[in-house]
């Protein structure tokens, strides 16, 4: 055996170390082991029915969303952060964002009164009371936006809420790139 | 053995991520009950994280438990739910890892050990027996050493 | 004021640790007697200064003092008074406090125990010892003061202890965890110490032996422990799940197995002397890994202490200087160290090392299985997980080869045997097991499994040649009543240690593959039936305990109608903590556990979710644990290591 092979050990775990010391800044910069990748990034809109939020009977398909690009915001009213990112969702539809409000395993009468109460930032309210259009997206909590472009194809999936920071270090920049992509 | 019937589900508030929920689900035969079972321990929840779709409280554990009892009763079978599950939540879902060029490692690794190892044990004792060769030995030697040997046996066997 | 006390005694003694790990060290390599002579006063000092700073701590819970922060999130007025003292290691900040005082604990014990040692090798060892102290201590000062006040404004109530926590089993599993993994840091020691000499003698095989023993039986009773309270408290009938945690105190026990084992060699054989010093520096160091995985954040896991990633730099750093420079020591120092071994193929040699080896695999394979999804998801290629079912294959097909060199270990000879010596009782052994095994596993199952029988058919294995290898070591000079007396204690250490693995080995054949669990709606005057036993839902009763509401349900159970128990399910609603636990039911016996326990109340508001399980052969798991324990208990008894009785007796 030669000399040098005793050195494997140490190599081995200095590179562990590099690994971890990687994983812990990252941590510190406000990663979170958590969260999780969305795997329908680059496929379309999965197939649905399901009734608007404040019409029930009034039903909507996955050809909503074509034809121009939009946000999907999963939501609830048992959800204190999206109480918090509501105000800045009515900011981005008064600045012209459109959005599709999706109400996961809500009672509509407490989510309508909440729309009515707080503003609707929605152009069409989708209501997924058994959150089986949740789990067709991989929704593991809520809030949740997907960026959807014209075609109907899932571009990005945020986890968290929507607040003017990612809006404008992440999110604004990539809903601007499909809206010029749909002309 | 009696069988009983579908229960609602039954709720739990203020849960410990640790309890498990019990509900109780009706199938047709052992075999699909107990394919429910073993995707339960199988599919990891996407919320709490720690735990199986079985012993998690969360509502989304609950409604993955759900799809995973209507699809076992429509006779899919544990490859199909599981993959179902893949396309949706992505390979975090499933405590059983597939086999890609980045995670045969989990299982050449092992190996890889277990090989260079039982390498090293039959290079050395082939090293050994050439140097042991290389002296004068014969079978007058050898006699003499077994006698010894079984001699001493006790001893040496510690 | 008392708390600062506390607060100032950890100052105090991190000033002794300091000394204590340069002092010596210098005395050492300028052979100045003087300052050699420090390092057993010093340890002493370290150590009962710390042992006053936890006794501030233990106080400051007894007394309800929650002013201190770590008091106030930790306890409650309504905690009975046995809680709030275990109270102080349910969390970071007071188990690392544990952990600290248990590794002075060691060090004194070596510093008292090591009489028979040359002063220079028990002042480098030492010195050693207090340098990893140095490390956690300044870790507690500077990130994790358990003395912290919360003042001016302090909380009339405390937060409350974890309610999973509140038990008997959780009191004293932490605390043996630590005797295990601290315990290790004992023969790391002796390995650095000698490396620093570049001598490494049998005398200090010799004299580490012992104590890697004694932290490997603390560490097997600490898991076995860990896993025995989840399989009673947690209510889902599991007995260990792979979390990153569990694997971070499983790895430290591959590699300590493998130490010793392989300090046996080294002291009986003088060879293996690198592979011995690598080992016992990695039982340490996967001890330090664990101590890190839990603490800092970095994988999302059950257990994890909530951590802020500064604190896990803190940690790493001090795992790359402790890790990071034993390794660099045994690269630089390491070749003086190696002796080239003489032993043919099939030797025991050999046979210990590939076990070894195998151990080794099953490091890696619990390793990489805890760490590739962190590194997996680091590198882009996305989530997965890794659990279960991945861990349980792996493990049953590296325990084949393992049981079978097991069984045969002992048999074979020092340095060179042959097959054909071997040949006969292995083939006897062969059919006797296959037999056996089928008889149990035919008596004891409903229906045939493969791998139960597998199971069955390892462990029966090692127990026919065990018996065998006995036989023949008994009998080989006297008539085998005679022949057993004679024989030693690291004889009966080794069958136990063995047998003990054999029974563990059943127990998870069995529950493995023939549980059966039921979840079923039943109502007070409700009738189940599972297999041949009948549960009767008897009653329904209140129960509050000091801090929960709560209810029980009574159970009456027979077989084939003869009564055998009746259990107490309970459902506990913890004020404080506004949480829910289910406290199961078990009937225990030898063969099989029968357990109940609640779910909710369902909607008709007179029924219930309840859980049954039938368990088969669950407690030979831990009985199995308990009897390796035994072994190494018995080890560590044996007159060889008694040094000062064996030099008085030369003095004499």
């Not at chain 1, 996961?104 to 929605?122: E, I």
């Not at chain 2, 609602?8 to 047709?28: D, N």
């Not at chain 3, 890696?364 to 590198?379: A, S, Y």
Request: aromatic share 14%.
């Amino acid at each position: 055996m030669s000399k040098k092979l005793l050195f494997v050990p140490l190599v081995a775990f200095l590179a562990l170390a590099a690994v971890f010391t990687t994983q812990l800044v990252r941590n510190s910069e406000g990663d979170d082991p958590t969260k999780l990748e969305s795997v329908l990034i680059g496929k379309s809109v999965p197939e649905f029915r399901l009734e608007d939020l404040a019409e029930p009977g009034k039903l909507y398909d996955q050809a909503i969303f074509k034809g121009e690009p939009l946000l999907l915001n999963v939501w609830a009213t048992w959800c204190p952060t999206c109480y918090a990112e509501h105000q800045y969702l009515n900011t981005l539809a008064g600045e012209g964002v459109k959005i599709i409000g999706l109400n996961y395993k809500d009672q509509r009468d407490k989510a309508v009164g909440w729309l009515n109460d707080l503003g609707n930032p929605y152009l069409i309210s989708l209501f997924d009371g058994n959150g089986m259009l949740g789990l067709d997206l991989g929704v593991y909590g809520a809030p949740e936006t997907f960026l959807i472009d014209a075609d109907g194809v899932i571009r990005y999936r945020h986890v968290g809420d929507v607040n003017p920071r990612n809006w404008k270090e992440k999110l604004e920049p990539m809903y601007q790139q499909l809206v010029a992509e749909a002309k | 053995m009696k069988k009983w019937f579908i229960a609602l589900f039954a709720a739990m508030t203020f849960s410990m991520a640790a309890q498990a929920t019990i509900e109780v689900y009706e199938f047709e035969n052992l075999q699909q009950e107990q394919q429910f079972k073993e995707l339960g321990n199988t599919l990891r929840c996407p919320k709490c994280q720690n735990n199986t779709i079985a012993d998690s409280n969360a509502e989304l554990a609950q409604d993955l438990r759900h799809k995973v009892y209507e699809m076992t009763k429509q006779g899919k079978s544990k490859d199909e739910i599981v993959d179902y599950m893949i396309a949706r939540y992505g390979n975090f879902v499933t405590y059983n890892p597939p086999f890609t060029v980045a995670t045969s490692i989990l299982w050449l690794g092992p190996l890889a050990v277990v090989v260079l190892g039982f390498g090293i044990i039959v290079m050395r004792s082939r090293k050994t027996k050439k140097i042991a060769t290389d002296e004068k030995w014969d079978q007058d030697k050898e006699q003499r050493l077994k006698a010894l040997l079984d001699e001493e046996n006790n001893g040496d066997k510690q | 004021m008392i708390a600062e006390l506390g607060h100032f005694a950890l100052i105090i003694s991190l000033a002794m640790a300091v000394l204590l790990s340069i002092l010596p060290l210098v005395g050492a390599s300028k052979n100045n007697t003087a300052l050699m002579n420090s390092a057993r006063p010093l340890s002493w000092a370290m150590f009962l200064l710390l042992a006053f700073s936890f006794c501030i701590l233990l106080w400051a819970f007894y007394t309800n003092d929650f002013t201190v922060s770590y008091v106030a999130n930790n306890s409650n007025t309504q905690l009975p008074w046995y809680y709030r003292l275990t109270a102080v290691w349910g969390a970071h900040e007071g188990s690392l406090l544990l952990w600290v005082l248990i590794q002075a604990g060691w060090t004194v014990a070596v510093a008292t125990f090591s009489r028979g040692m040359p002063q220079e090798s028990v002042a480098r060892v030492l010195a050693v010892m207090g340098l990893i102290s140095v490390g956690f201590l300044l870790f507690i000062i500077l990130t994790s003061n358990p003395f912290l006040r919360t003042l001016p404004f302090f909380p009339v109530d405390g937060r409350d202890l974890n309610p999973l926590l509140q038990d008997p089993g959780l009191i004293i599993h932490p605390p043996m965890l630590y005797m295990g993994y601290v315990g290790f840091s004992v023969a790391f020691s002796f390995a650095i110490a000698s490396l620093m000499t570049g001598r490494l003698d049998t005398a200090w095989a010799r004299w580490s032996r012992p104590w890697t023993t004694a932290a490997w039986l603390f560490l097997t009773l600490g898991i076995a422990l860990g896993s025995w309270w989840a399989y009673y408290e947690l209510g889902w009938g599991g007995w260990w799940f792979w979390d990153p945690v569990e694997n971070a105190s499983f790895m430290p026990w591959l590699a300590g197995t493998a130490l010793m084992h392989s300090l046996a060699v080294t002291e009986k054989r003088g060879t293996f002397k690198a592979w011995t010093v690598l080992l016992a520096i990695s039982a340490f160091s996967l001890s330090l890994l664990g101590t890190f995985l839990v603490r800092s954040g970095i994988l999302v896991s059950v257990h994890a202490f909530a951590s802020d990633p500064s604190r896990g730099m803190f940690i790493l750093g001090f795992l790359v200087f402790v890790i990071g420079g034993s390794l660099l020591l045994f690269a630089v120092k390491g070749a003086a160290v190696r002796v080239r071994g003489n032993f043919d193929l099939v030797s025991r040699e050999n046979a210990l090392l590939t076990n070894n080896i195998l151990l080794m695999a099953a490091l890696v394979v619990v390793l990489v299985g805890t760490l590739l999804p962190l590194v997996h998801k680091q590198i882009g290629l996305g989530s997965v997980s890794i659990g279960a079912p991945f861990f349980d294959m792996l493990f049953a097909w590296l325990m084949i080869p393992f049981s079978f060199v097991l069984g045969i270990g002992p048999l074979i000879r020092w340095k060179r045997d042959n097959l054909s010596s071997l040949a006969k009782p292995m083939a006897v052994s062969a059919v006797i097991s296959i037999v056996l095994a089928g008889l149990f596993n035919w008596i004891f199952s409903d229906y045939f499994v493969f791998m139960t029988y597998l199971g069955w058919l390892m462990a029966m294995w090692i127990v026919v040649l065990h018996c065998f290898e006995l036989y023949e070591r008994a009998t080989h000079r006297h008539s085998f009543f005679t022949g057993v007396r004679k024989l030693q204690r690291s004889h009966w250490a080794m069958m136990f240690g063995h047998i003990g693995l054999a029974v563990s080995i059943i127990g998870i054949a069995m529950v493995q593959t023939h549980s059966i669990e039921r979840d079923v709606r039943l109502a007070p005057g409700d009738n189940f039936q599972l297999e041949e036993y009948n549960f009767y839902f008897s009653a329904l009763r209140d129960k509050d305990g000091p801090n929960y509401d709560g209810y029980i349900a009574d159970f009456e159970i027979t077989l084939d109608g003869k009564y055998i128990n009746t259990l107490h399910a309970e459902k506990r609603f913890y004020r404080t903590a506004r949480s829910m636990m289910t406290e199961a039911a078990i009937d225990r016996s030898l063969t099989r556990d029968l357990y109940v326990a609640m779910g909710d109340r369902l909607d008709d508001n007179k029924s219930w979710a309840i859980r049954i399980y039938y368990k088969p052969f669950v407690n030979w798991i831990w009985a199995g644990s308990i009897i390796m324990s035994l072994g190494g208990a018995i080890a560590i008894s044996d007159r060889r290591y008694r040094f000062r009785k064996n030099a008085n007796k030369q003095e004499a």
